[in-house]
């Protein structure tokens, strides 16, 4: 049988060989043999040397996903079964006390177009290449054997699928099963629903980001002009003693919290009191559920509202906190779309610098990887000129272990998380 050959051209960008994972149409040069989408072809340089081997999907801009760099490796279901299997070996290795986890993060766990997040005994799949698809048993059997879960749950329904020529589809693997899983999370427990939750159910990605707000979420109590006095009580300005434990903690405002795990966090660190807002009335319901089941309702307040409508309208009511954080979702599906993400990423970062207490804290995230690292800087930048305001930095962080990135692929360099002071200017 002949094996399906791609030829690149001879003065393209030397992207495959810097790590990069997809092939574009323009790359190539010709192919030889007949491939079919979604079967595997051989790619070379112009002189025909070996590069990779990957996936075909003619009717795709990535025409070619990068699988393996060996041309020995045969592509059957042992070899789904060994990199799946090291993709968790991974996990466990960096992070050895987490139960719930991305384990398999598409290119960057060289299986290109596959997700898989661990939600304790519970998987749940995304596939977005029509590589993975025609071989879905080859990934769910593989599952099965390394991990036994109770259940398996496929949440291919994204439109990203249509590029590939593959229709959206979601719903049990196998047998059903309750879909609200409770995952732990940095000594907290959070209640996901894998059907019903944004992406896979829940934010894996800002696990260690979360974990970073611990040292600001106190310290706060002198600035609300509490004064404490060698053993005494602390006394607030009008000389009353304070009963509330949480007196030094920080208020503040979670913007697009989604089932509320920056505000989880918060408590859970010491905040004095967190205002969760998202438009999402069912995200609300599970955010005060999970304040309940984690003892931090007396903390915590709920909004179901547009956060630009009520970003825009506390600024008018000179409403502050001490500390603002501001998890959107990707703005920027695509390319085109970027411009007017970057006009809503200042917005909400305008309204939000004005909200924060002098010298207080904005904590501002963006997932779309259209969005450079330098973009969101300049974005910021612009929008701390407009509002009168300079920032300090803090720390600035991307995904955690459990989402890998490769050095020749930006795009799976996504996430960008940013902790500043805010000054008057």
């Known amino acids: 049988m002949t094996v399906p050959k791609a030829f690149l051209k001879q003065n393209r960008k030397k992207r495959l060989e810097q790590g990069h994972p997809w ?160 995952v732990r999370e940095n000594g907290l427990s959070i209640v996901v629903d894998v ?24 310290g706060w109590g002198a600035r609300h002009g509490i004064k404490v006095e060698g053993d005494g009580p602390p006394i607030d300005a009008k000389g009353r003693e304070l009963k509330n434990p949480f007196w030094d903690g920080a208020e503040v405002l979670d913007c697009f919290s989604h089932t509320g795990s920056f505000m989880l966090h918060a408590c859970l660190f010491g905040a004095k009191k967190v205002t969760c807002l998202d438009i999402s009335e069912k995200a609300i319901e599970m955010a005060r559920g999970n304040a309940l089941l984690n003892g931090f309702l ?39 779309a970027l411009e007017g993400a970057v006009r809503g990423y200042k917005e909400i970062n305008l309204q939000g610098m004005k909200m924060v207490r002098e010298g207080g804290i904005l904590v501002t995230a963006s997932c779309s990887y259209h969005l450079s690292a330098a973009r969101f800087l300049n974005m910021l930048q612009d929008a701390a000129m407009d509002a009168h305001k300079v920032l300090r930095l803090i720390e600035f962080r991307r995904a955690g272990l459990d989402h890998p990135v490769l050095l020749g692929s930006e795009e799976t360099d996504y996430l960008k ?9």
């Open 417 to 425: 998380f940013a902790i500043y002071e805010v000054f008057s200017r």
């Open 195 to 218: 059907a019903e939750g944004q992406k896979t159910g829940y934010f894996f990605d800002q696990r260690e980001n979360r974990a970073a707000l611990k040292p600001l979420m106190t």
């Open 23 to 182: 092939v574009y149409p323009g790359e190539i040069e010709t192919i030889e043999g007949d491939p079919q989408g979604g079967d595997i072809i051989h790619i070379f340089n112009h002189v025909g040397h070996f590069l990779a081997k990957g996936f075909y999907n003619p009717l795709s801009q990535l025409i070619i996903r990068i699988l393996t760099y060996s041309e020995q490796v045969e592509v059957d279901e042992n070899l789904f079964l060994d990199k799946i299997e090291q993709a968790w070996k991974r996990r466990k290795w960096l992070s050895p006390e987490i139960s719930s986890c991305r384990v398999v993060h598409g290119e960057a766990d060289f299986l290109p177009g596959l997700i898989i997040d661990k939600y304790e005994d519970v998987l749940v799949v995304q596939i977005l290449s029509l590589g993975i698809e025609v071989r879905r048993q080859w990934v769910y059997n593989s599952l099965r054997k390394i991990f036994n879960p109770r259940g398996i749950y496929e949440r291919s329904d994204v439109p990203v699928r249509r590029l590939e020529g593959l229709e959206e589809r979601e719903g049990f693997v196998d047998e059903p099963f309750d879909t609200q899983v409770t």
């Open 298 to 336: 007396h903390r915590t307040e709920f909004v179901a509202a547009n956060a630009f409508d009520f970003l825009r309208e506390k600024v008018k009511d000179k409403k502050t906190w001490d500390i603002v954080i501001l998890d959107p979702p990707a703005f920027a599906k695509n390319r085109k």
